[in-house]
């Protein structure tokens, strides 16, 4: 029996051939244009894609020298107008330019030489996926207004006018397809501030707020690290490049990269040749065999460059693909290299006392990773003798004993019995614990550990005594053995000592502030950025170089690890570090395991400042108003954070707004801190009067800001113009230095009797 052949259920015919108009292609087809839609909740959502794009075109102008000012209002969250003062859109071609794909003045590259807006496609885009779009042209005394509606033209209109010449728009996402959709204020702001980094001489106003940028990119890393530079930033400028750049002591490397203005968050053919030739050029300066991985450890950079006609590997910009700097043109590797060589070289020859420092740090990154292969290489080797399933002390025990008999006899080969110290000695360089440590009783230790972690941060009873509680459950063997010692969810205002504590803690446990690893999670976006934490699988790029997170805490198993801004990072992210919370352990790329077992892991958020602030600020509050605030801002944070991830941790601790009180004590401790440094350094003794004191604590008490202002208060009116007195020589140096205040002003004279 001939089997029957199945009809097709759907006749295909010439009526099932459609053509899509332009406007109705990327309504239909959004992702081609803007990547995901989202809700705002995430930096990479489509509505700030739209955003991004009309800023764009301003910035072009702002290029092309015309317009220095932008202005950018977000109206409830939902709505967007962008003004600039340039040349504004020809009036002619204005409803082509707005409506019609590849229509566009920057197919010539002479009216815009190295532009950032997509050629013909990004204000369409905007135009086809928003409920109502708005364009008025401003040229020589003429306004050309047009209104459209999901893309649609609905009005057109064409009048005298004594604005100035630019262009406005005003676009709201369609809700129809921006589903719950809201502009969150920092997501914009951090796009805004971006652009003033790489375009000197542009205001943005946003919101009324002025953003601007005298530095450039140098200011950009300073406004970004979260730890002091081992040395000062390294600026460079040249015709169509910037480079900064700055070496901490985080482990890893942290690029910022851009392309005609526009952050290139995946980097591009530039990020590579930068990596690259700074090594290269590094290694050939110090004539040294360093390996390129440990002269980029702890690097903080950033670069810019303008290419004519870039290509891009996707239609959001993220990643440059071109290969060269102009069509037909030199190389950008080249480009980037050349000036590198040169640039840095000669900054390197100049700066002696910088490359040395420079030196320090890559050998102390050299000698680390040196050290871990060669405990990798030990383990190995003991895993394979066969004698040692035979012994009755654990493996580990034995692979320790076995180092600390190999270190006698190199050492100290008429020694024959080994001490304690020895094996002490081993334990540090494997984990870090100094030996001092070790021998001092544990039970006074943790006697004292909030009083010593309140000589760091100044109030917080509340978080110091549940990180206390945490490490002494840990070392009097009640916590779960199988997980970190502590993990943590920090809340609170900028600047009440979130980080501080995380330092306190690092310096008290490991005796050591540095042995942080610290995790900025605003850069983990993007679900692809995972790769770059936990490290690349087989075949990928990035595969030999490991993850940022588990080689750190590899190399570092002892060690505070701090995820800031937590609420930033891709919902993908969480679901992988649940099973560092769950089980204290995470297998990267290379299927190597690591311990996360004797970590303490914080996280911070800055979600809800302004419930935070409103609900505490400025008063006594109750331990009931601080439950129902942090409630509240729980509420905000599980919006972005998975309830799961949030249920793993510990402990969520509210840290309250500083007080008036508090931000003298923190004046106090910052003060003492600079004379001890100016004793112990330059050999001069200061006494600080009451009234400086309280001079300082009047100047730098800014709840909102917390204690970053008292930093600000202190170098501005004691430590410049005490520095401006020495370098003048109007005061004597060799005797004691009385600081106070006087007609609302610091004054400083030499004291004929010291003051305690």
Known sequence: MEEEIQKPTVQYTDDNIRHLSDMEHVRTRPGMYIGRLGDGNLPEDGIYVLLKEVVDNSIDEFKMNAGKRIEVDVEERKSVSVRDYGRGIPQGKLVEAVSMLNTGGKYDSKAFKKSVGLNGVGVKAVNALSSRFEVRSYRDGTVRALVFERGVLKSDVTEPTEDENGTYIFFQPDPTLFVGYSFHDDFVETMLRNYTYLNSGLTIMYNGRRIMSRNGLADLLTDTMTTEPLYPIIHMKGEDIEIAFTHTDQYGEEYHSFVNGQHTTQGGTHQSAFKEHIARTIKEFFSKNYEFTDIRNGLVAAIAINVEEPMFESQTKIKLGSLQMAPGGESINKYVGDFIKQEVDNYLHIHADVAEVMQQKISSSEKERKAMAGVTKIARERAKKANLHNRKLPDKAIDLIDEAAANLRIQDGERKVMETNDIMKVITEWTGIPVSDMNEDESQRLQNIEEELHKSVVGQDKAIKAVADAIKRNRMGFGDASRPIGSFLFLGTTGTGKTELCKAIAKYLFNDPNRMVRIDMSEYQQEHSAHRLFGAPPGYIGFEQGGQLTE??????????????????????????????????????????????????????????????????????????????????????????????????????????????????????????????????????????????????????????????????????????LTSELINETIDKSLPIFISESNNSIIFRNATTQRI
């Open 552 to 721: 750190a805490v590899y190399r570092k198993p002892f060690s505070v690890v701090l995820f800031d801004e937590i609420e930033k990072a891709h919902p993908k992210i969480y679901e992988t570090l649940l099973q560092v919370l769950d089980d204290g352990r995470m297998t990267d790329g290379q299927g190597k395991v690591v311990n996360f077992k004797n970590t303490i892991i914080v996280m911070t958020s800055n979600m809800g400042q302004q419930t935070i602030l409103q609900a505490l600020c400025g008063r006594e509050a109750s331990e009931a108003d601080v439950e129902r605030c942090t409630q509240d801002v729980m509420q905000q944070l599980r919006m972005r954070v998975a309830p799961e991830f949030i249920n793993r941790i510990d402990n969520i601790v509210m840290f309250m707004p500083l007080t008036k009180d508090d931000v003298t004590k923190i004046a106090e401790i910052i003060l003492k801190k600079e004379q001890k440094k100016l004793k112990e350094e330059r050999g001069i003794t200061t006494i600080i009067d009451p009234s400086a004191l309280q001079f300082i604590s009047d100047h730098g008490y800014q709840p909102e800001f917390g204690g970053r202002p008292v930093k600000r208060a202190i170098t501005d009116h004691i430590i410049n113009p």
